[in-house]
């Protein structure tokens, strides 16, 4: 079997339209809802025609669902929407690179293009560390593109963390010492 043939991601745009923005903000606040489930904060809005006809906030904990991630039930949402799993034309916009599992859903479902905030260096299917958005032997191509809020999604997704290393810290100490007050 040959090498795989592998082209650049598109290139980040000069400048985000208000539109972009706008849905990328969506996503953010989808973000916060799922923090406020308790889940990782991710968001991401599906777009077609200049409206959104789609939103998932992180629910794999609540719903006892690997696949429950934000983009997943995005995309569900909009293939409702429009009658149709395939979703041509259609922009997804979620505050982290997708995962490997995220990334087939949007290749099989059509997608024109993804627009992602910020990078995940460790499960990233967008390029960090891996990409099948580039494997030319694959049928379809999505246009992926990065960057967009990067700083505000890095910025939710650091103080979920951090608050959630608080807690278990505070856990372990009040399991060690119970007569410790909780903060």
């Known amino acids: 079997m040959?090498?795989?043939?592998?082209?650049?991601?598109a290139a980040m745009p000069e400048s985000w339209t208000e539109a972009q923005i706008g849905f990328m903000q969506e996503a953010l606040l989808e973000a916060a809802r799922a923090q406020e489930l308790?889940?990782?904060p991710v968001g991401a809005v599906v777009v077609f025609e200049g409206r959104i006809i789609g939103r998932g906030c992180n629910q794999p904990i609540t719903t006892h669902d690997p696949s429950a991630h934000a983009e997943m039930l995005a995309l569900r949402a909009a293939a409702q929407t429009l009658g149709n799993y395939r979703l041509p034309g259609c922009e997804l916009y979620v505050t982290l690179e997708p995962c490997l599992m995220c990334a087939g859903a949007m290749m099989h479902a059509r997608l024109a293009r993804i627009i992602y905030a910020t990078t995940d260096p460790k499960t990233g299917a967008a390029g960090s560390v891996i990409n099948p958005f580039s494997d030319r032997r694959l049928?379809?191509?999505?246009?992926?593109?990065?960057?967009?809020?990067?700083?505000e999604a890095s910025a939710q997704l650091k103080a979920f963390f951090a608050l959630r290393r608080k807690l278990q810290k505070q856990q372990r100490e009040s399991a060690a010492n119970p007569d410790l007050p909780l903060t």
């Open 2 to 9: 040959s090498d795989p043939v592998l082209f650049p991601i």
């Open 38 to 40: 308790g889940e990782v």
């Open 139 to 151: 049928n379809h191509h999505t246009a992926v593109v990065g960057g967009l809020l990067a700083d």
